[in-house]
């Protein structure tokens, strides 16, 4: 429910909750009762601790609500229309794969939920090429390719969130990896691997959120824990088509330990 609930939101329903109840707050703040009675109501032990999530939500503290009116921002209502979905095919495959080793530069980003994440950017742009290169000849089996990998988030998590990101490739175990990279193992289990081609990144993006809202609802799979992993196979020049495929680690339903 917290994976469809953010794919179709865009927001987990944590942070949801809370821009509602601070919509709903500024309200009462414009009454008669007093600070604390506020605070209790909407589930905060003090006024200190309403205040700094009051502010966090509108931008300004609820005494300049109470003295000036705003300025605030308000959360509407989500309302979930039914549709009829899953009419089209998925094209994903079940692989198993022995431990599978990830190595490459990693860095610590925030967690961005719409547009481009500039952190990441940034940290593909300060590798040079013949360093691109040396990781494409530590390749060796699939996932193909420089890697687009994330590891460390849930899908409760609020934007901003830290995560580990690296830019690597996929490696067997036992090749030698060079002392200056850093490596991330995965056990072996099970991958969905779910491809889009089409535009980019709309296409992606899509493929994304049909994975939470479509395939993991329809199918005896589950997430387990191991990081997302993006490969781009072939992409127009300038990148506005693109044909990807994203690795999830995912083990059965019915699999105990989780």
């Known amino acids: 429910m917290r994976r469809m609930f953010s794919s179709l939101a865009g927001m987990p329903v944590s942070e949801y909750v809370r821009r509602r109840r601070m919509a709903v707050a500024a309200g009462d703040l414009l009454g008669e009762d007093d600070l604390l009675t506020i605070a209790v109501r909407y589930g905060y032990g003090s006024v200190e601790a309403f205040g700094r999530a009051f502010r966090a939500v509108h931008g300004v503290s609820h005494g300049d609500v109470r003295r000036d009116g705003g300025p605030l921002r308000s959360q509407s209502v989500l309302r979930f229309r039914l549709t009829v979905e899953g009419s089209h095919p998925m094209d994903v495959r079940i692989i198993d794969r022995p431990v599978l080793r990830l190595v490459g530069h990693a860095t610590r980003v925030p967690l961005i939920f719409e547009g481009v994440n500039h952190h990441i950017r940034a940290h593909v742009e300060s590798i040079p090429a013949a360093e691109n290169a040396r990781l494409k000849a530590l390749s060796s089996g699939e996932p193909t390719g420089l890697l687009q990998i994330t590891h460390g988030?849930?899908?409760?998590?609020?934007?901003?969130?830290?995560?580990?990101?690296?830019?690597?490739?996929?490696?067997?175990?036992?090749?030698?990896?060079?002392?200056?990279?850093?490596?991330?193992?995965?056990?072996?289990?099970?991958?969905?691997?779910?491809?889009?081609?089409?535009?980019?990144?709309?296409?992606?993006?899509?493929?994304?959120?049909?994975?939470?809202?479509?395939?993991?609802?329809?199918?005896?799979?589950?997430?387990?824990?191991?990081?997302?992993?993006?490969?781009?196979?072939?992409?127009?020049?300038?990148?506005?088509?693109?044909?990807?495929?994203?690795?999830?680690?995912?083990?059965?339903?019915?699999?105990?330990?989780?």
């Open 153 to 258: 988030t849930g899908p409760g998590d609020p934007e901003g969130t830290d995560l580990t990101y690296l830019h690597g490739v996929a490696t067997d175990p036992d090749t030698p990896v060079p002392a200056d990279l850093d490596v991330m193992d995965v056990p072996a289990g099970a991958w969905a691997v779910f491809r889009s081609s089409g535009d980019h990144p709309s296409a992606l993006q899509q493929m994304w959120a049909a994975t939470a809202s479509e395939w993991f609802p329809s199918n005896p799979w589950r997430l387990r824990p191991g990081p997302s992993v993006l490969a781009v196979l072939d992409h127009s020049a300038d990148f506005t088509r693109a044909t990807c495929e994203l690795w999830l680690p995912v083990e059965p339903q019915g699999a105990p330990g989780r």
